[in-house]
């Protein structure tokens, strides 16, 4: 008889195909759920492997229009960084995928959700606060910390010995030394092999997927204008190229497109994990990078100065809780229902340059500026 | 008979210098001070200038290594940004600046200071806020803020008459319609004239001094190598070139003059002025942003999470009381002593490459890093 | 010819009355303004003073209702509370009052406002700060900071010998030691001679007129039922008296006389002023004191304790905002706007006794209260 | 062969007899500890009880000096308060506690250290904080949240039952419907059944021990002066009865015993735990109470306004630090350092009264007084 069903965060990969099969072990009824959230994957392949290994039901969502609305908009308003320089790519993308499991959890008739994210990292504890505070009677199955899951599975070893044993297909290629979370706002990389790990030595020119090379990129700038309205960007315009664009998805995508060819978004942090230990990463986050600069210029140009110090703070707070995992919680609607309240007048278009890796403010212009040209002068 | 004697803040230009003789026709003997904090200056020329004006006394002082000491350092330890962006070049020279005009006022039994700043910018502020904290008794004289004086001189064709009329060389070239304020830490660039004033016209391409247009910057990255103790650079070396520097004065020249070759720290914002108006202001910081991204980065390797969280707070409350003009002020004093201690432990290397205006950190190493390389993995 | 048409906030007492046959005197017709926000006094006898004296109107309105709903239900909401002991009773109130004077001023076509406050205190920057906000054009006439004003009634003496010689009605008792600013919500008392005007002597016994001396009030508490929706009192009852009352006036006054009946809510204490000096107030405040002491009850009972956190800051910052006049500004209106959101949830009943100056709660109950009875043994 | 030893929090009541005892079952060394931190106890009863039930060593000691100066003098410098109400009496006892705790396991070579706090509390977590902090290497024993003991300790009965069967004296009086936690600072009552549990049952009249019911208190004001230092009081001089008291506990004590004859100090709250839950506390925290409203008043008095502001932020974060058990953390070791700073001029003498469960300022004085008499009129 069947424990249950779960839903499980599948990403094709060889440690969520162990753990479906794993699960299957276990007694439990497995459904798959796959995120199109702008990752670089192929959809289909997985679909395939996980019928296969045997999933009950299989979804594979495309959720990039809401990720840009719902995640990605609020945090270009609140101008969010996380330690005055990360961008929040990872932490933002959980709680819009834990929002689609839990909706197909509860549709689904499923007690379970599973994923198979490690157990010291951030990333397990933004999708399990996503999921009880969607689904507070959820029970969460985390295999990473479960004692029979990980004293099985030592190493990489152990995990291909059990694929091939279970007829989960195998890579044939070798492991690279950095791990990668890809989505439509950006790469993380975290080193996996110790001379990467380490803070000291240097990432090597060939990891980056997202961004070109400085070096190698444009040796003339692309001049864009953003158009906000309420604080989010509403069109983007290529003047040279005579391109515009005007749907969030959209915008968002053509920025990453000439941030990407212009090697903007790029940084190599040390950050300080919601559990108390240091890790390091390297982020390309080309669009990201665009609207953090455009807004802020816009922002500052429309909104009263003791009103942006105060929403500094909160913004700044923002950045904190969504780091730790709490887009869901009183604490950050309240915060998200503020930040948006100052908002109101944060309209108007930026121009801007991007090139080499920079991105530079030209000029600005609002019907709500509050700029009085007499007075200055 | 006397009314006393004015310690005059003499820039060498058209408009000090007529407020120089105005103050004579007051009734005032005036000592002029020029302080050299790092600005591209004929300081032989201004001497003789005031001189053959009448000025009692001439002093000409080099501030440079205290500037970068006393006032620049702080701003690094706090990663000192007002609004986010602007870092605070012209802010944190003005104290310095003033310290030492009013002991020269106090030594030369002065009761009256001096300047020549507008009524209605920040630097004003900034000036006199020093002033009074450090000789509570002094009597400040604005000219620009004084009828009698404004109103005579309602433009520059009024200076210029005066000038003409009282001896005092002309310039020759026409006014530049930008005006400049240059110091070691930056140039900040402020338009004159209607089309450059307003927020939305671009800067033009030749405006720029301390930094190469990154259009014509290097096409090779230099890398560096900044070693911090206590917060603050202690030695710089460029490996490719086997060149290091150590002390204050040395390292920030140095970053300016790698950061300016790179095209490192130009940013066109608007800002909120003390007094409640915006302003757009092009700055160049080119040592300063290297700096900045250092700094962030072995303070956040080296420095309790939960510290830096309070710290960061400190380091806003800092920069806007900088801004404002508070650096003499029991708050501002509190403040930095405590962000002073939170450096303790902010020890190590910081590994980067500068290249077509930006800065890219490559990795860090530090005797204090709170890594623990096992637990993180 | 007329210079125009002044407002003057008029309160029947000899200053206010001084200025309005001034102002006539420098050539303009005043409208007198009295509001009733709840101090006691005889407003007949001044519309008739006020008239006799010249005033083309006179307008005597009754604002108390306004003043509970639109100013000190947002100060309850906020835990409102200036460097941790003034409530803020004279500071809420002045916004209140400017609102009406300023609509009057519109309505009657006149462009000029005025007021008989100090030139050293908060009290004419709260009123203009009011008036600017919602009346950018007025101009505003401060005698007390005008050298003909000033010079001309250098002390009590010459405004007696101005009122005499002009027919203004001249006080026959002698001036008491103490000033007082009385309205629904407190007394302030600020010292005017020199002995009480220090910190050290104490306040004499007798001062108080809205709160019993503890020593003498009742030798039983009397205990109320105060009921809270949207964090601001919708009912109050006394159970013994089986009393209850449900408008917003009716609540405050009721709490008002019971406080004050019990010598509830005197305090003694040294404010740090907008403009930097320190000032010693005695204040009684007996119905607010009641109410903070609720609303922090039952806010606490039913608030998420993080929002709680971030409402905390904000509370301290309408405080500020508050007592330094910016009522009207957009930091207030936003923080406002925050703070109001946050009492989505504050709804309950809170049970209290009133004793010998103290508010010992008793218990509360909620029907959103975030308790878990399970989780806490 | 022995498991280890392990250093017990003793206090002599029948839970921490029964884990005394259970320890020895399982295998381990027990040396007991006890902290006279002000608790009304009888020490050699306990002394020898835990002598008759087999620990290896016995100590109890005298804390309480150290209490006053190094818990809770930073509190009052703070003025410690969290959420507004609660003076953190319990918190900042248990880092003095297990201070004292892990410098017996050094000293005595053991590697274990063992509480009988609740696992649903915040004690435990206060506890432990300290523990890891001071001694990193140390195992905690925490019976009540371990399978094996709670298990098999299911209620009172059960440690009854092996209380007998181990010849572990047992309580003959039935058990109070409160629970308590008192020290020199203050007595905490969190009720154990039902009906107390709840919010909105009224604490009984005769539940309290260190305050008179303010209706029994004496119908005459005690007036006191007390001086500070540092921000911390060095003087309490009680004029009428001559008496003054001038070492810190001695003081405290003093302000204990005039408090608490006049029923001052008496809250009940709710409060947000560590971990979220509300829970209700009464608190009785007579000298405490008395000496935050003196502190805040010659603080407000000595303070430049903007440092307090900043010092006021400082606070609360110390608050809420202390509350959640950091009082051991690089942050609160950061914030201590920077409140200590900020009191550097707080220094004066305050005069109060005391009555009937209030504490009323009358006057202050002070060699630092930022106050300018001739400002201010």
Partial sequence: MSKGTVVLAYSGGLDTSCILVWLKEQGYDVITFLANIGQDEDFKAAQKKAE???????????????????????TVQANAVYEDRYLLGTAVARPCIGRRQVEIARRE???????GATGKGNDQIRFELTCYA????????????????????????????????????????????????????????????ACFYVFQSHAPADLYQMTKNPEDSPNAPDVLEIEFRNGVPVKVTNEKEGKSKDSP??????????????????????ENRFIGMKSRGIYETP???????????????????EVRRIKQGLGIKFSELVYNGFWYS??????????????DNVEGKVQLS???????????????SLYNEELVR
Wanted: aromatic share 12%.
């Fill in 330 to 343: 009183p604490e950050c609607d309240f915060v998200r229902h503020c930040i948006a309240k100052s908002q």
């Fill in 109 to 115: 008739g499923a007690q379970f959700v599973s994923h």
């Fill in 249 to 270: 998805l959209e915008i968002f995508s053509y920025l990453n497109e000439i941030g990407g060819n212009h090697g903007v978004g790029r940084i190599d942090i040390v």
């Fill in 52 to 74: 296969s290994l045997g999933a009950k039901k299989v979804f594979i969502e495309d959720l990039r229009s809401e990720f840009v609305e719902d995640f990605i908009w609020p």
């Fill in 134 to 193: 969607l689904y507070p009677e959820v029970k969460i199955i985390a295999p990473w910390r479960i004692p029979e899951f990980y004293n099985r599975f030592r190493g990489r070893k152990d995990l291909m010995e059990y694929a091939q044993k279970h007829g989960i297909p195998v890579p044939v290629t070798p492991r690279a030394p950095w791990s990668m979370d890809a989505n439509l706002m950006h790469i993380r990389w975290v080193g996996l092999v």
């Fill in 287 to 305: 669009g990201g990078t665009i609207l953090l600069k455009a807004h802020l210029d816009i922002e500052t140009f429309t909104m009263d100065k």
């Fill in 354 to 368: 991007v090139f080499k890796g920079q991105v530079y403010i030209l000029g600005r212009e609002s019907p709500k």
